[in-house]
Nanobody, 125 residues
Framework: QVQLVESGGGLVQAGDSLRLSCAAS????????MGWFRQAPGKEREFVAG????????YYADSVKGRFTISGDNAKNTVHLQMNSLLPDDTAMYYC??????????????????WGQGTQVTVSS
């Protein structure tokens, strides 16, 4: 069992930065690949970024590539999402998720079996 708690969301202006954090407890962090997803009102939950269990591999959605950076700290059981040059289209609830490491970094939410409660990011124009 893994518990995930996100933090760091807020209301910012376009062009600003935010750093989201996801703290994990329970089973060892290194057993999982981690992902960030987001869901805007009326839209499907979509993949944003993922990192493998060792932190040696990352993957990003095209919409955030070059602006967002995912990083992990296995010693602290924490994963971060640094978001720069935020756009109004980045407004959404952001969720941290964990998937068994044998899947690799997946963009499919179906392989992630642990989810946090989400943190709201709102970007004003």
């Amino acid at each position: 069992q893994v518990q995930l708690v996100e933090s760091g969301g807020g209301l910012v202006q376009a062009g600003d930065s935010l750093r989201l954090s996801c703290a994990a407890s329970g089973r060892t962090f290194s057993s999982y690949n981690m992902g960030w997803f987001r869901q805007a009102p009326g839209k499907e939950r979509e993949f944003v970024a993922g990192i493998n269990w060792s932190g040696g591999s990352t993957y990003y959605a095209d919409s955030v590539k070059g602006r967002f950076t995912i990083s992990g700290d296995n010693a602290k059981n924490t994963v971060h999402l640094q978001m720069n040059s935020l756009l109004p289209d980045d407004t959404a609830m952001y969720y941290c998720a964990a998937a068994p490491r044998y899947y690799g970094i997946s963009v499919s939410r179906n392989v992630y079996n642990y989810w946090g409660q989400g943190t709201q990011v709102t970007v004003s124009s």
